[in-house]
């Protein structure tokens, strides 16, 4: 890695650690959180910016001193955690603290040809790069089924200081989008499903597949509300398939020391009834292995 990247992502975790630590009680250095402090973290994570990473990933750039940086996307989202718009901005905040010095010897060897040379290159390159617009497209798919999301979703396109640019998807279940800016910041609302926000950087691929998690209990109370009792057999089966028989699903507190255990059936039929712990629920992190989750933390709010 980058002494100046290693620098900068060191800073970023100082701020998320102050961040997380001005509401919740745990100690001051990250590479000391464990267990339920972890899982805390996952879950104050996705409630401030609607993402998450997952516990491997925080052991890997967290406990450790990794060799590499994050992906961008999970730079940007760590950085929003932390009160910036993304990892640039944040960067630019921090800038103080990595100064590139040039000697006075090397500045007398630029000739007034030189500097006006590269003067006209900086103009150049500035004009291209801040003229150019990317297109983006977006396509949204079931988060278990990895299927395409075929009713049309409405996008809001956040524009700081400006109104929202609304779009529908199509019978895809995508969308495309095209901006000058760096990033783009937009919301997603579906039937049926969580509403997430996304905020996605102009630097990484422009076509990207956006996992959606089903709202169980708007799906739920739906069902019953029609008396549809054979969809509500169709979701348990779903679920059925997608858990693996010996998948080890647990529930951790808020503010209680421990875990709870699940069976999958016991699982199933929580998921499926439509009460106010579904209502709250929170999914903190799964693990799949051949198509089926073998392993699922959760949360209730």
């Given at each position: 890695?980058?002494?100046?990247?290693?620098?900068?992502?060191?800073?970023?975790?100082?701020?998320?650690?102050?961040?997380?630590?001005?509401?919740?009680?745990?100690?001051?250095?990250?590479?000391?959180?464990?267990?339920?402090?972890?899982?805390?973290?996952?879950?104050?994570?996705?409630?401030?910016?609607?993402?998450?990473?997952?516990?491997?990933?925080?052991?890997?750039?967290?406990?450790?001193?990794?060799?590499?940086?994050?992906?961008?996307?999970?730079?940007?989202?760590?950085?929003?955690?932390?009160?910036?718009?993304?990892?640039?901005?944040?960067?630019?905040?921090?800038?103080?603290?990595?100064?590139?010095?040039?000697?006075?010897?090397?500045?007398?060897?630029?000739?007034?040809?030189?500097?006006?040379?590269?003067?006209?290159?900086?103009?150049?390159?500035?004009?291209?790069?801040?003229?150019?617009?990317?297109?983006?497209?977006?396509?949204?798919?079931?988060?278990?089924?990895?299927?395409?999301?075929?009713?049309?979703?409405?996008?809001?396109?956040?524009?700081?200081?400006?109104?929202?640019?609304?779009?529908?998807?199509?019978?895809?279940?995508?969308?495309?989008?095209?901006?000058?800016?760096?990033?783009?910041?937009?919301?997603?609302?579906?039937?049926?499903?969580k509403t997430d926000?996304?905020?996605?950087?102009?630097?990484?691929?422009?076509?990207?597949?956006?996992?959606?998690?089903?709202?169980?209990?708007?799906?739920?109370?739906?069902?019953?509300?029609?008396?549809?009792?054979?969809?509500?057999?169709?979701?348990?089966?779903?679920?059925?398939?997608?858990?693996?028989?010996?998948?080890?699903?647990?529930?951790?507190?808020?503010?209680?020391?421990g875990i709870e255990?699940?069976?999958?059936?016991?699982?199933?039929?929580?998921?499926?009834?439509?009460?106010?712990?579904?209502?709250?629920?929170?999914?903190?992190?799964?693990?799949?292995?051949?198509?089926?989750?073998?392993?699922?933390?959760?949360?209730i709010r």
């Amino acid at each position: 890695m980058i002494e100046a990247n290693a620098t900068y992502f060191k800073l970023l975790k100082e701020a998320i650690a102050n961040t997380f630590l001005a509401s919740n009680s745990a100690p001051k250095r990250m590479t000391d959180w464990k267990g339920d402090t972890i899982s805390l973290f996952q879950e104050d994570l996705r409630s401030n910016t609607k993402g998450s990473i997952s516990e491997k990933s925080f052991y890997t750039y967290f406990k450790k001193t990794p060799d590499k940086l994050p992906r961008i996307d999970v730079l940007n989202l760590l950085s929003l955690y932390a009160g910036y718009t993304n990892w640039e901005e944040f960067k630019n905040a921090h800038s103080g603290f990595i100064v590139d010095t040039i000697s006075e010897e090397k500045k007398t060897k630029l000739t007034a040809p030189l500097l006006g040379a590269l003067v006209l290159l900086i103009a150049v390159f500035g004009y291209f790069y801040f003229n150019q617009e990317n297109t983006f497209t977006f396509c949204l798919v079931d988060e278990d089924e990895q299927t395409p999301l075929s009713n049309s979703t409405r996008i809001e396109i956040l524009k700081p200081g400006e109104s929202s640019v609304f779009l529908q998807t199509d019978d895809k279940g995508c969308f495309s989008y095209s901006t000058a800016n760096d990033y783009i910041n937009f919301v997603v609302q579906s039937p049926y499903y969580k509403t997430d926000s996304v905020l996605h950087s102009t630097s990484s691929r422009k076509r990207l597949m956006i996992p959606m998690r089903k709202d169980d209990y708007a799906l739920m109370l739906k069902y019953y509300s029609d008396g549809n009792l054979a969809d509500v057999q169709k979701r348990r089966s779903q679920l059925e398939n997608l858990i693996a028989p010996k998948a080890q699903i647990y529930q951790v507190f808020t503010n209680v020391t421990g875990i709870e255990l699940f069976t999958k059936k016991e699982f199933i039929h929580k998921m499926t009834i439509p009460t106010s712990a579904l209502k709250n629920m929170h999914i903190l992190d799964k693990e799949y292995a051949n198509g089926q989750i073998t392993k699922l933390k959760f949360i209730i709010r």
